[in-house]
């Protein structure tokens, strides 16, 4: 039957706040105390698992995000090399496959042309181990053509800015990273550690949301800017590249993202004070670093708004505005700090009068080239 918006005043924010309940349903039996389970992935994971070497991600849109954050999932947790690409590029070149490569496509529709053509392009080669999709729409043509599947249960996504299908994807991907790591070296600590994360993360998303009001506050600083730059670092880097895709998406508003270490090599040239400037800010080991990227941005003028915990220890002053994020594991924290960013946008759309649910010329499931 059709999708109502059940008292949310658009689809996009209605979608935003389902997340801890499509979270919580992307994780229901795919976990034990301490492990994730490799069936999750069909019944052929266990062994095909165990012979991945290498791994090739392809997708389009904000599902590419979601792959550029397992990248530092991936390598990090199970010490596989991944590859991510866009899937209009990676189809259109001489691909250079490692033995043993696992392919994975990432899409909310299961429909996205250029994502069902890489698929067909890499089953074509016949140079890859298998084939997995990680997918929002059960018996789409992405699900159906591969090998492995796992559904994200976010539900039908009505809003073309995509929402709960990222976050959902992004817990998959932490899926897939434990289930790699479980199939090379049985049970440890971390295993147990993001386990324990995972199940907490539904609560934290909720003490997320609660941030609605602050950030509907903070948006009234960019209704009247023309451009935006968001920088994040490690697996926040993507987190800030979707940050910004957003805004672009529903406000129309130009924005960029950067990783903080780049700022130097070009972007710092464009900061003054029209250019506010958001930083995805958690705690962890490259804080410092972000921190003293932040005061090359002060220093020049620059309206910062940082997203980060209490532990960051990043005080509030002129032309520092500070978002408090609940405290959580440093592996899930993409996960938590895409919420405010996406708040951001709807609330500089709203302010704005654009068609959040349906930006000018973009679609929903982009199913011709
Ligand atoms: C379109 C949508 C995006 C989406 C992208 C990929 O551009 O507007 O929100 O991220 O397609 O879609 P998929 O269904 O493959 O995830």
């Given at each position: 039957g059709a999708v109502s918006?059940?008292?949310?005043?658009?689809?996009?924010?209605?979608?935003?706040?389902?997340?801890?309940?499509?979270?919580?349903?992307?994780?229901?039996?795919?976990?034990?105390?301490?492990?994730?389970?490799?069936?999750?992935?069909?019944?052929?994971?266990?062994?095909?698992?165990?012979?991945?070497d290498a791994i090739q991600i392809v997708a389009c849109g904000t599902s590419y995000h979601a792959g550029m954050v397992a990248r530092y999932w991936i390598e990090k947790l199970a010490g596989i090399p991944t590859q991510v690409e866009v899937a209009s590029?990676?189809?259109?070149?001489?691909?250079?496959?490692?033995?043993?490569?696992?392919?994975?496509?990432?899409?909310?529709?299961?429909?996205?042309?250029?994502?069902?053509?890489?698929?067909?392009?890499?089953?074509?080669?016949n140079k890859y181990l298998g084939t997995l999709a990680i997918?929002?729409?059960?018996?789409?043509s992405l699900v159906r053509e591969s090998e492995l599947s796992l559904m994200t249960q976010a539900g039908p996504e009505i809003g073309v800015a995509s929402t709960k299908a990222f976050t959902t994807q992004l817990v998959a991907l932490l899926l897939l990273a434990l289930a790699l790591r479980h199939q090379r070296q049985g049970n440890d600590d971390v295993q147990a550690n993001a386990v324990k994360a995972l199940r907490h993360l539904p609560d934290v998303l909720k003490e997320t949301l609660a941030l609605d009001s602050a950030i509907e506050t903070l948006s009234a600083a960019f209704a009247e800017k023309h451009h935006a730059l968001f920088l994040g670092r490690g697996p926040q880097f993507p987190i800030a590249l979707e940050g910004a895709l957003k805004l672009k998406e529903i406000s129309y508003i130009h924005a960029e993202a950067y990783p903080a270490g780049e700022l130097k090599h070009g972007p710092l040239a464009l900061v003054d004070s029209e250019m506010p400037v958001i930083a995805v800010a958690p705690n962890d080991e490259l804080l410092e670093k972000l921190k003293s990227n932040?005061?090359?941005?002060?220093?020049?003028?620059?309206?910062?708004?940082?997203?980060?915990?209490?532990?960051?220890?990043?005080?509030?002053?002129?032309?520092?505005?500070?978002?408090?994020?609940?405290?959580?594991?440093?592996?899930?924290?993409?996960?938590?700090?895409?919420?405010?960013?996406?708040?951001?946008?709807?609330?500089?759309?709203?302010?704005?009068?654009?068609?959040?649910?349906?930006?000018?010329?973009?679609?929903?499931?982009?199913?011709?080239?």
């Open positions: 918006r059940g008292g949310y005043r658009h689809f996009m924010l209605k979608e935003i706040y389902e997340q801890a309940g499509v979270v919580s349903a992307t994780l229901e039996g795919r976990l034990t105390e301490n492990h994730v389970l490799t069936r999750s992935f069909g019944a052929a994971a266990d062994t095909l698992f165990d012979q991945v590029e990676y189809r259109y070149r001489d691909v250079v496959v490692p033995r043993n490569t696992l392919f994975v496509t990432l899409s909310q529709s299961g429909e996205t042309a250029d994502t069902l053509a890489a698929l067909r392009f890499a089953q074509s080669q997918c929002n729409v059960p018996g789409s932040l005061q090359e941005v002060r220093a020049r003028g620059g309206e910062l708004f940082v997203f980060a915990d209490s532990r960051a220890n990043i005080s509030e002053g002129e032309g520092v505005h500070v978002m408090t994020l609940p405290q959580v594991d440093e592996l899930v924290a993409p996960i938590i700090y895409t919420v405010p960013l996406q708040l951001l946008s709807y609330h500089v759309a709203v302010l704005k009068g654009t068609d959040v649910d349906q930006p000018r010329n973009l679609a929903k499931s982009v199913t011709v080239e």
